[in-house]
């Protein structure tokens, strides 16, 4: 066997054992969509199977009406893009002074939050809820907003000070001499330049928001109405119960602006981690 077959039998080797791999990795997502469109018995006996005998698109009716998930949907969109604005707008103006500005005690503030990367969110959820009640935002969705886009988010802040650190000096020496200010050079300089990172920090951002349960369960117990997505899968499963092919059709509801939104920015999601982190 010469060279260049050798070589081709080694890329079709590779092509087949990554094609198996894929498979694998997004059979579950495979199940569950074809699970949303069976009923519940069909699920149990159909073994592995993805073809259902019966299509029951009637799933996705009885999850949008039924159990109220058109109103679900609402409160997630409204969640999720007020936590990435406010995310994205907090860990940009404090990842750049931590990368452009020295100031003194800068190695401490990014020890401390280093640290509380391994700190668990169950840690912060009394403290949080105690003061949002206070200020009288338990049960809103503006309290939600608030305590996603608050608890911690540092990653964002790193990802940010990274990019921003291997930008040239030469941008702000520029704006300064312009006239520019600090707010200026930040907001008509620098931000526009950074997308592939904003992209980034913002899918991140979406994803944790978007699936987030434990702060929506608290925030909402009291206040079935104003439950997002993840909480309201609770709505399928009863004392005795559960409707699983219910559950399986909002399961594919609630993944749908997941997958449509990270198929749009994945290329700038990459851009910027690889920018972020490049030496």
Not at 91 to 109: E, N, Q, W
Not at 113 to 130: D, K, N, Q, R, W
Not at 220 to 247: I, Y
């Amino acid at each position: 066997m010469n060279a260049r077959r050798r070589k081709t039998v080694l890329v079709w080797t590779q092509v087949v054992l990554l094609a198996a791999i894929c498979l694998v990795w997004i059979y579950p997502l495979l199940w569950i969509a074809s699970a949303s469109v069976k009923d519940t018995l069909s699920i149990f006996t159909g073994g592995l199977g993805l073809l259902p005998d019966r299509w029951e698109f009637g799933n996705y009716a009885r999850a949008w009406d039924e159990a109220d998930f058109s109103r679900y949907m609402v409160n997630s969109v409204v969640v999720t893009v007020g936590s990435v604005f406010l995310v994205v707008l907090r860990s940009a103006t404090a990842g750049y002074v931590l990368a452009r500005k020295d100031f003194p005690g800068r190695k401490l503030v990014l020890t401390v939050m280093v640290s509380t990367l391994f700190a668990p969110t169950g840690l912060f959820i009394i403290p949080i809820v105690e003061t949002s009640d206070l200020m009288g935002l338990l049960n809103t969705r503006t309290g939600l907003v608030l305590a996603l886009s608050g608890a911690g988010q540092v990653a964002g802040t790193l990802l940010y000070m990274g990019y921003f650190s291997r930008l040239p000096r030469e941008l702000e020496e520029a704006a300064t001499v312009d006239g520019a200010g600090f707010l200026r050079t930040f907001f008509q300089v620098i931000m526009p330049i950074s997308g592939p990172i904003t992209a980034t920090v913002s899918v991140m951002t979406f994803l944790g928001s978007w699936n987030s349960f434990f702060l929506p369960l608290v925030f909402t117990f009291s206040e079935p109405s104003q439950r997002t997505l993840a909480v309201g899968m609770l709505a399928f499963q009863g004392t005795n119960s559960t409707d699983w092919s219910g559950m399986a059709a909002a399961t594919m509801l609630s993944l749908l602006p997941v997958l449509v939104v990270f198929a749009l920015l994945q290329r700038y999601f990459i851009e910027g981690v690889a920018g972020a982190v490049k030496n």
